[in-house]
């Protein structure tokens, strides 16, 4: 039996991006829709789990994008409300790709240090990406400070992950010049920026400056970077004792682990990948035992 992908994407145009992914991941059919919401989804859900029998759903899957991560979220929650008993497929949810570049940022992360108890920071941690680096961080039982240009943003984006990470350690913090990011850096041994694009949190000659930090990853890729010292293609580059990560250079297993995460929901019709699921699959194709 053929496999058969269906894209449900908030906006108004299905990704390409997540198209040509569906295709390098070896799906034989893929069917694109786009303005898809928790409204129109429902017929369209049951299109998907009443057209093959129960042995044979594991052939088609749901994948939910589009640029909106919070309408992805809600689209998410109410395709699985519409499964019921075995009419179900899986269902993979990326939407700007937050969840694969989280993950595999923090699986490159894993590959240079314990992150039990480790110190960390995650500036520009309130969007979609920050927030899932956080949690994972948080699972990891690192000590996560959280970093929004307002406090209460910052506590916001800690209860968000408290509801996730129930034993999560985390500290909200505000700043917004060179000098202020740099300030809270300094005490960490674990350095994330996942601000949106073009923002630029650490100036150039901050690492030379920052001797506890161990790991730097910069997650943006539109010029200028996000911590200037860390290039775009780095990928474990050793600056002034610290490995650095650019976005490229974690872009890399971010694919290996969509590419992956969508060949196994083919595996079953059970599979529900989100931001813990695809960490555990990027920990897998990184190498490393979880
Ligand atoms: N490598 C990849 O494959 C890949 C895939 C997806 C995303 N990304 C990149 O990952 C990064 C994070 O993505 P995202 O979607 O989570 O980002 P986002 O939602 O666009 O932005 C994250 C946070 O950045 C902060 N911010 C915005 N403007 C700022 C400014 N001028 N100064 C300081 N902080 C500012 C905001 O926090 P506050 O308002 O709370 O301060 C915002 O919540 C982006 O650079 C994105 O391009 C990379």
Redo the contacts with the bound molecule.
């Keep these: 039996m053929k496999s058969i992908l269906i894209q449900f994407d908030t906006d108004t145009l299905p990704s390409v991006f997540d198209r040509v992914v569906a295709v390098d991941s070896n799906v034989e059919h893929l069917f694109s829709y786009g303005g898809v919401t928790p409204e129109n989804v429902i017929g369209l859900v049951h299109g998907a789990i009443f057209t093959r029998g129960p042995a044979d759903l594991k052939n088609t899957a749901i994948f939910v994008g589009g640029s909106d991560v919070a309408a992805g979220e809600v689209l998410f929650k109410k395709i699985q409300k519409t499964f019921f008993g075995p009419m179900r497929v899986s269902v993979m949810m990326d939407s ?3 969840n694969t ?1 989280a993950a595999a940022a923090i699986a490159s992360a894993r590959k240079h240090l314990s992150l039990a108890d480790a110190s960390a920071i995650v500036l ?1 941690a ?5 927030l899932r680096a956080a949690e994972l961080l948080a699972l990891e039982n690192s000590r996560v400070t959280l970093v ?3 406090l209460d ?1 910052a506590e916001a984006a800690c209860e968000s992950v408290r509801a996730k990470v129930a034993s999560a350690r985390l500290t909200p913090a505000a700043a ?1 010049t060179p000098e202020e990011f740099e300030k809270l850096a300094g005490k960490q041994q674990i350095v994330i920026a ?4 073009g ?1 630029c ?1 650490l100036s150039e000659g901050a690492l030379a400056r920052l001797d506890d930090v161990k790991l730097a990853i910069d ?4 010029p200028p970077a ?1 911590l200037a010292d860390v290039g775009v293609m780095d990928k474990a580059a050793e600056k002034h004792g610290t490995i650095c990560y650019g ?2 250079g ?2 890399g297993l ?1 694919m290996k682990v969509h590419k992956r995460a969508v060949a196994s929901l083919f595996e079953s019709n059970t599979a529900v990948l989100e931001t813990r699921a695809l960490y555990e699959l990027a920990l897998k194709v990184a190498g490393i035992s979880a």
Excluded at 126 to 130: D, F, Q, Y
């Design positions: 700007n790709g937050c570049t520009g309130t969007g979609p990406v920050g929004s240009r307002t943003r917004s996942a601000g949106a694009a923002v949190f997650l943006n890729a539109v996000g976005a490229l974690v872009g971010k």
